[in-house]
């Protein structure tokens, strides 16, 4: 199946009602074919079966088509290649994430794509690292995330840079960032979040969102 292909199976499986709905949740500030998130998966799914040899041009490709259903479709294109992107994509999944930016995207990059880049390539991890002094607020919240899949392997130093570092913004999607993080961590070091949360002063909307589990 080519991605002409794709786009006709999307274009088939789309609905007016789904449409509406849809760009209605997202404060109407992207457009939609209206293809629910089922519907769009069992497309891609035999897109895939017949998908040979990944090249990260497909994903830009169909990462900058209008309708925000082909965004998801290249997120899930890059995460199931993901072992063959290396530092040098690194730039170029960044200006993909900031290209239309809200937290669908932003929040499926972050940690299925280049979360796992970076526990394979420290140079992917230090340009993460790097996003916490950024003043866009998607990059800030991609420094917070990416690391929210690590479990036991979660870099308890960076996450506290990431997180002390950007606590003050007073944004929200940043403060939402920070009480995932940590409420994920949570499940596997109670004990370190517990301690983040007398040691650190955080808005209240993250420490309510981080205590759910402690």
């Not at 794709?6 to 509406?20: A, G, I, Q």
């Not at 199931?80 to 994509?89: C, I, M, N, Q, S």
């Not at 972050?110 to 230090?126: F, H, R």
Request: hydrophobic share 35%.
């Amino acid at each position: 199946m080519t991605i002409e292909e794709l786009r006709e199976k999307l274009e088939e499986k789309s609905s007016e009602e789904n449409r509406f709905h849809m760009e209605k949740y997202m404060r109407n500030q992207f457009s939609f074919l209206g293809v629910k998130t089922p519907e769009r998966k069992d497309v891609m799914k035999g897109f895939l079966k017949t998908y040979d040899g990944f090249h990260l041009e497909d994903a830009e490709r169909l990462y900058l088509e209008k309708e925000r259903e082909f965004k998801y479709c290249a997120i899930q294109l890059m995460t199931k290649y993901v072992g063959e992107l290396r530092h040098e994509d690194t730039e170029r999944i960044l200006s993909l994430a900031l290209t239309e930016p809200w937290w669908d995207t932003i929040d499926s990059i972050g940690p299925s794509v280049l979360g796992p880049m970076a526990l394979e390539d420290d140079k992917v991890k230090k340009a993460l690292q790097s996003l916490i002094y950024e003043e866009n607020i998607w990059l800030k919240r991609i420094s917070i995330l990416f690391q929210l899949k690590y479990k036991e392997k979660t870099d308890e130093t960076l996450l506290t840079e990431a997180i002390v570092m950007n606590a003050d913004t007073r944004e929200f999607f940043v403060d939402k960032a920070i009480g995932w993080a940590l409420r994920e961590y949570s499940k596997t070091n109670p004990e370190f979040v517990r301690a983040f949360i007398g040691q650190y002063r955080l808005s209240s909307l993250s420490v309510r969102e981080c205590s759910r589990y402690i």
